[in-house]
């Protein structure tokens, strides 16, 4: 039997809205538990879903639900939560702003042509295999050399000349 508080949060619940979409369920329960500290009754929508469908958790779950009554303040709450994560961020690594970009780019194609330097040949056999197979070649050497044989007459017993079978 639920006690009354597990009833007054589901009354509440009735009418729920999403104030986040994680990154994944884990995310979800830590921010749901952050407004449960602050004294918003919060849920993770698809809880035991997610936990059972893990390899398609990231796309569909991670949604955090509160009622309908405290959006506003819940969503305060969020938005100061990451701002002050912000300013930690800056302070202990400076300006966010301040990107670098590498310029050694050359080593990622020098490492692609190594890699991919022993496929051309197979490549290679391949495309020349398949136009001749198109062309009716032998291919390799594999292969003996195949007639068209469209102005000949076929038949399943041997023809020894045109004239007609004396009945």
Not at 34 to 63: C, H, K, T
Not at 142 to 167: C, M, N, T, Y
């Amino acid at each position: 039997m639920p006690d009354q508080a597990s009833l007054a949060m589901l009354a509440a619940m009735v009418k729920a809205v999403e104030i986040a979409r994680c990154s994944s369920v884990e995310e979800a329960v830590v921010l749901c538990g952050f407004l449960e500290a602050s004294g918003i009754p919060a849920a993770v929508a698809d809880f035991n879903m997610a936990i059972n469908q893990w390899i398609i958790s990231s796309s569909q779950y991670g949604r955090v639900l509160v009622p309908e009554s405290s959006k506003a303040e819940a969503r305060l709450l969020v938005m100061e939560r990451m701002t002050e994560a912000r300013e930690i961020l800056r302070e202990e690594f400076g300006d966010l702003d301040e990107t670098s970009y590498r310029r050694d780019r050359w080593k990622a194609w020098i490492w692609l042509i190594f890699a991919a330097w022993p496929t051309v040949p197979i490549l290679l056999v391949i495309l020349i295999g398949l136009q001749r197979f198109r062309r009716r070649e032998p291919i390799l050497g594999l292969f003996r050399k195949v007639e068209r044989r469209s102005d000949k007459l076929f038949a399943p017993f041997p023809i020894r000349d045109g004239k007609p079978a004396d009945r």
